[in-house]
């Protein structure tokens, strides 16, 4: 199974934005299934079951998000974030100096193009358990490229 390492907004592991979907499906190499998100979706969004993952495509079926399911190997420089509290990745975002708003279903990093799906979160509160991350990697690094 693939890793997806996260270091730069705009790209994760060998997937980056505006790849093609041919080519992302060359990549992760396994049966894909497609479908519509929503009814409101402008393009389909294709189902990696073995890499829990989905990967979003824009109208002209390039890339443009990915989102990670539990059972993932998504890591953010090593470090798994996926079946981690909030307190914890509270402590991480901090960590790494990002800006971050909590709302009702869990997290947002806007300048780094993360969502934090966190289900439980107005319940739980610092407890509750992150299900499930998407990357938008239309967001590059207003850095120039360095590392998070």
Known sequence: MLVFDFSTPGSIGPLCFGMPRGQVRALLGETVHTFKKTSFSVNTTDAFHQADLHAYYDVNDGLKG??????????????????????????????????????????????LGLGFYIPDFSDEGDSAIVKCIYLDLSVVDSTGGGSL
């Not at 059972?71 to 975002?93: E, H, M, P, R, V």
């Open 66 to 111: 990915v989102e990670f399911f539990e059972g993932s190997k998504f890591l953010w420089q090593g470090n798994a974030l996926i079946g981690k509290t909030y307190a914890d990745l509270k402590k991480y975002l901090l960590l790494k100096q990002a800006v971050f708003s909590p709302d009702d279903c869990g997290v947002d990093a806007h300048e």
